[in-house]
């Protein structure tokens, strides 16, 4: 009998073998683009990793980058786990940005030690409650979010403007020129950046945002698995009947999903506020966050660990791409790798399902039988 | 007078790619595939409308590029909902990332930047049946309309016809209802959805070609800013009807048209962004239950397994 | 009178199971033939192969004298042959017509490509006066009864030209009435020289209708009657045969324990909204096993749903040693000292993905030692479910694999496991041994008696007579929504309980 620490390796190795094959393909489908634009595919993969991990600096860019991924892959990731497909992560993170700028403006005179950790939980509530919008329309009406969600994107999208222009403008609140984005967050609710600490880290920008995504995907690895919430959660993911029938609220356990994918959703804006921009900007369009979110989820297999992983390669691949590009290669070619990506792992999804359908046609023929 | 056409003509104008979607997946959702993907069609849709022209010169070589890019697109997401059973969300989402990518891509390789194509000489952007600005006072209103809005009540008639006064379409909306029913008649449930995503595909394509060739003749990155979710959203509050779906699209066209001419109409003072939330508040209030009932049809998103109860 | 359609030697194998045993089946011109049988007899197979939903292992069909091969529907169709489903294949927001139509739709105009509803709707009106099928053409399924909606699924054959008609288990949804009035369409069918075979397990509607009957058991044919040659008690006989009882040992029936669970009156419906428990009575004392038997569909599964808190009832009232739990959440009940081992391990028993050790505190998971202020305990949760593994014998490499790379027999077995180690007072069993092997129905039965006899209450709900003869004390039998009869376990007899289950009155 195989020890459990075998056991649980050899889980993550299998577990793993699909979307590491998936970024393969993708990368050799890339690469037939690349060649098409005269370039040679080594070459311009090479300068896309050098440019994303070729030295210190560039990696704390690919870090700062990778940064928000976390926090909407996990979002996106715990809303899985309840059987829920939160696509609405982009409003709920539109929702954590101004939250955090209010925050700053309302509370710009408290001190540094407590200041920013006040801004992060007013982003993470923010996103909560936009995200109780379609959470408890689905658990008391049955309602797909998915719509619904998106539609609420588009209404945070202009509030936030609203907000923006008309509220948190600078014009209004310190007087002069209308400007195109809010007041500032003050100094002392700012990130530290990393390079305070390690000054290899150069001219990155990078700040402790990383660090704290780290432990929040820690914490959710910790609430998915190892509490009553968590398990709750999970099981009605998998199977809404046989939860119920273990005494387990459908209902409450959907609306509590989707909040706490909310708040991820709401820290990751915070986060990106209050760690590098330092305001928040009127916008024309998404951030894209939110769908970057649904691909780091897909890739990390919706499991915390993987999410770490997975966003660092998206991290990778979105700072990267500045090089490639000036070696001469379209960036967007970095955008074809990712959706490639995605559409594997959705075909992978669906890969899963045929051995459950082969168990069923002969479960459900031998039920027909009975009749 | 003279802004209330201006307005309208403008409403028809932005309505008119939200028609087209619309009714493309009313096609889809009506045999129970659910079809997200209509952004990506039609981000491919209104490029591929201007890279054809841009080599062939013919706009209408465009249009029908588009429709066909559109067709190809969504056969895609056809073989990952329909014949590998898939999650028909997830699968929209992978494609319209897809679009996007591929579309700069190639903008990048033909126009050798990024951003913005170059405009179209020859496009379709103004009134094809000049005569009718001749009419008094609703002249104006003519000179404003692009051959696609024409287009786009003739596909509504069309949609109409076939949805509800054809046997394919009896066919069509058996399958989305009760897949089964249909099976033990005889239907081929598959063949069925396969044909009506593909016709959503073209519809979407068509949409695509009408956004980019109808209004600016050039295509720019970004430029569907979500319009295929609108025309999800039209589609639903139309309540899966041709008729419907196209009163919706006049509502967000004309939501989006008023709040354009805020300036000129004298209602600076509403925020122009709460009237930019109009029609994705009323589509939350209406999918909830608030405002009517939106009743699906039933069998959408499932996958059809023959065989299986 | 010629044959219209002969069925030979039919046999039809699925995995692990043969449907039809060299199944010989004749139908004559201008007859009503009954197809008799219980639950897992082998009815429906038999005619999902005559209408080319299956294909037969092995055997032949012939229609009309003509050796056919019936690949799929449209293949029986355009023999003439039609089938009424069960479960109704109408299209809900459609008309009449538009269901009738459905795939051989009348058309006009340019290319034909213009539906034709007027054509469509007189056809529709002259079929249905011929016949004497009333039905309204415009209608939409939605609003109309059900015994309507039947009408429809019959006219949807007779459109097509069907000349032979199978209809599984027709009464099963209709009101006494609209039996009365489906017997009326049937004679007139007959007199327009249709042959109808008829699936049932109703031994009233049986001697009613039929010309002759064929009892099915077990995939076999016992034997085929003339309906004037036999009676509802011969056929009762013939349809549950005469068995070995698999004897379980067990202390005599202490007669007098208290009354554990309290059902009184108790009303409740199906997904459709149909009157699925029409007032239900009886009680289950402790140190019993109280059996409801029944032919699946007359109640049993809503009955267990509503007693569980998976369903709300519309009627009446159910307690548990005097604690009234009519309107409690499952939550609540379990609270109660309940334990429900469920009819479908794999939808309601069990999470698949979940590992065993995961499985085995469903339900109790908010209780400790397994958990604590929200956090799990693993090593209690572990070792719990090794203790379950071990005692029940349960065959698994260890308690850390899915739950779904156990096989049926295991799974249920842990499922036993658990529900009864929750120490409840009542233990609510439904189909505990269905799809399960020999070795693990005996282990599970030794296991409910074992309880039985340290004093809890059980509640069995079973289709399978065998099981329900060894194991109870007392048996009900649930017809139509309501508890017929109830007799001692040891005075019980096969024909007494196959007459009450099919409907008739054992006591006539």
């Avoid at chain 2, 056809?78 to 990518?101: P, W, Y």
Wanted: proline share 3%; with cysteine; net charge neutral.
């Amino acid at each position: 009998m195989q020890s459990q620490k075998e056991s649980k390796i050899k889980v993550a190795i299998d577990s793993i073998k699909f979307p590491l094959l998936a970024i393969v393909f993708a990368f050799i489908i890339g690469a037939f683009f690349i060649i098409w634009t005269g370039n040679n595919p080594i070459m311009a993969y090479g300068e896309l990793f050098s440019g994303s991990i070729g030295n210190i600096s560039r990696f704390g860019e690919t870090l700062l980058k990778a940064t928000p991924l976390i926090f909407t892959g996990l979002a996106v990731g715990f809303g899985y786990r309840c059987g829920l497909f939160n696509i609405g992560v982009e409003g709920q993170y539109i929702f954590g940005t101004i939250f955090a700028v209010s925050g700053g403006w309302v509370f710009r005179d408290m001190p540094g030690f407590i200041l920013p950790g006040i801004l992060l939980v007013l982003g993470a509530i923010g996103g909560a409650i936009w995200a109780f919008i379609p959470g408890i329309l689905k658990a008391k009406r049955g309602v797909n979010e998915v719509i619904i969600s998106i539609m609420l994107n588009y209404t945070a999208l202009y509030i936030a403007n609203y907000i923006v222009r008309s509220v948190l403008n600078p014009s209004i609140l310190l007087g002069g020129d209308k400007k195109a984005y809010s007041v500032m967050i003050p100094d002392q609710g700012r990130l530290t950046a990393l390079t305070e600490f390690i000054p290899s880290f150069g001219y990155s920008s990078v700040n402790t945002g990383i660090v704290i995504a780290i432990i929040m995907a820690l914490i959710i690895w910790f609430i998915l698995f190892k509490t009553t919430l968590g398990y709750e959660v999970r099981s009605v993911g998998f199977n809404p009947y046989a939860s119920e029938y273990g005494g387990i609220s459908i209902a409450k356990n959907i609306t509590l999903a989707m909040v706490i994918s909310g708040a991820l959703a709401g820290l990751a804006g915070a986060v990106t506020v209050i760690g590098l921009t330092f305001k928040v900007d009127m916008a024309s369009g998404m951030p894209g966050y939110g769908f970057d979110g649904i691909a780091v989820a897909l890739v990390g297999k919706n499991h915390p660990i993987g999410i770490l992983a997975s966003a660092l390669l998206f991290g990778i691949l979105k700072n990267g791409e500045r090089k490639m590009q000036i070696a001469g290669i379209p960036k967007e070619v970095v955008g074809i790798i990712q959706s490639i990506i995605i559409i594997f792992i959705a075909a992978e999804a669906i890969g899963s399902y045929l051995p459950d359908i082969k168990k069923k046609f002969s479960k459900k023929s031998k039920e027909e039988v009975q009749v | 007078m003279v802004i209330f056409i201006a307005l309208l003509a403008s409403a028809l104008r932005l309505a008119t790619p939200l028609i087209f979607s619309a009714l493309g997946g009313i096609f889809s959702e009506r045999s129970g595939v659910v079809n997200i993907a209509l952004e990506g069609i039609m981000i491919n849709g209104a490029f591929f409308a201007i890279l054809v022209t841009h080599f062939t010169g013919s706009p209408w070589l465009g249009v029908f590029a588009a429709m066909f890019i559109g067709a190809l697109t969504a056969l895609l997401l056809a073989v990952l909902a329909i014949h590998l059973r898939g999650d028909q969300v997830v699968a929209g989402v992978a494609i319209n990332l897809f679009a996007t990518s591929i579309t700069a891509f190639l903008l990048e390789m033909v126009w050798h930047r990024s951003g913005q194509t170059d405009s179209v000489p020859v496009s379709l952007t103004g009134n094809p049946f000049t005569f009718l600005e001749k009419i008094p006072v609703l002249g104006n209103l003519f000179s404003g309309l692009t051959p696609f809005v024409y287009l786009s009540f003739v596909a509504v008639a069309v949609t109409y016809f076939v949805i509800y006064k054809t046997p394919f379409g009896l066919r069509i909306r058996a399958v989305g209802e009760h897949p089964r029913a249909a099976d033990t008649v005889g239907i081929n449930v598959y063949t069925v959805r396969y044909i009506c995503v593909m016709i959503s595909g073209v519809l979407g394509g068509l949409s695509g070609a009408s956004l980019s060739l109808g209004t600016v003749s050039l295509f720019r990155e970004g430029m569907t800013s979500g319009k295929g979710f609108i025309a999800i959203a039209a589609m639903i509050f139309g309540k899966w009807h041709p008729v419907g779906a196209l009163l919706a699209s006049l509502f967000f066209g004309f939501a989006e048209a008023v709040q354009i001419q805020a300036a000129s109409l004298g209602i600076s003072n509403i925020p122009s962004e709460l009237l930019q939330t109009l029609p994705y508040v009323a589509t939350v209030l209406v999918l909830a239950g608030f405002i009517g009932r939106a009743v699906a049809p039933k069998a959408g998103g499932v996958p059809y397994q023959k065989g299986h109860r | 009178m010629t044959n219209v359609v002969e069925m030979k030697n039919i046999t039809k194998v699925f995995p692990g199971v043969v449907a039809n045993d060299q199944v010989n089946f004749e139908l004559k011109k201008g007859e009503i033939h009954v197809l008799l049988g219980e639950n897992g007899a082998g009815k429906t197979t038999l005619m999902n192969i005559l209408y080319g939903l299956y294909e037969q292992t092995d055997g032949d069909i012939f229609i009309k004298g003509q050796l056919q091969k019936i690949k799929d529907p449209s293949v029986a169709i355009s023999l003439g042959i039609g089938m009424v489903h069960q479960h109704f294949m109408l299209v809900e927001p459609f008309t009449v017509t538009e269901n009738i139509i459905l795939g051989s739709e009348t058309h006009k105009g340019f290319a034909n490509s213009v539906l034709d509803l007027e054509t469509a709707n007189k056809k529709v009106k002259e079929i249905s006066e011929l016949y004497g099928l009333a039905v309204d053409p415009s209608a939409k399924i939605q609003d109309i009864s059900v015994g309507m909606q039947q009408r429809v699924e019959i006219l949807k054959t007779l459109y097509r030209g069907a000349e032979i008609l199978i209809l599984d288990e027709p009464t099963a949804v209709l009101t006494p009435q609209e039996i009365d009035e489906l017997g009326e369409i049937l004679k007139k069918l007959v007199e327009q020289d249709k042959s109808i075979i008829l699936i049932t397990h109703k031994l009233k509607e049986v001697m009613a209708m039929s010309d002759r009957v064929t009892v099915i058991r077990r995939g076999k044919v016992i034997e085929t009657l003339d309906k004037n040659n036999t009676n509802i008690d011969e056929l009762a006989e013939l349809m549950v045969g005469r068995k070995v009882n698999l004897k379980v040992d067990k202390k005599t029936h202490e007669k007098d324990g208290d009354v554990v669970l309290k059902v009184e009156g108790l009303m409740a419906e199906d997904n459709r909204g149909s009157h699925a428990l029409k007032g239900v009575d009886f009680e289950v004392k402790s140190g019993e096993i109280f059996a409801i038997a029944g032919v699946d569909g007359n109640g049993q599964g809503q009955l267990v749903e509503v007693l569980t808190g998976l369903r709300k009832s519309t009627g009446g009232s159910f307690s548990i040693k005097g604690v009234d739990l009519s309107h409690a959440t499952t939550k609540e009940i379990l609270k109660n000292s309940v334990a429900h081992i469920p009819e479908d391990r794999h939808k309601r028993g069990l999470v698949l993905q979940h590992s065993l050790a995961e499985n085995g505190i469903l339900g109790n998971h908010l209780d400790e030692p397994f958990s604590k202020n929200g956090l799990l305990d693993e090593n209690e949760i572990h070792a719990y479910s090794k203790k379950l593994i071990d005692e029940y014998d349960v065959r698994t490499p260890s308690e850390r694999v899915q739950a779904n790379a156990l096989s049926g027999g295991n799974q249920q077995k842990f499922i036993v496991a658990r529900e009864i180690n929750r120490h409840p007072e009542l233990i609510i069993a439904s189909q505990p041994t269905r799809g399960v092997d020999v070795g693990a129905i005996e282990f599970i039965h030794r296991k409910l008696v074992e309880q039985r006899d340290q004093g809890k209450a059980i509640l069995l709900v079973s289709l399978e007579l065998d099981e329900v003869m060894a194991l109870a004390d007392r048996i009900a039998v649930i017809y139509d929504g309501k508890i017929v009869g109830v007799v001692e376990g040891s005075e019980a007899n096969e024909r007494e309980l196959g007459i009450m289950m099919a409907g008739g009155n054992a006591k006539a």
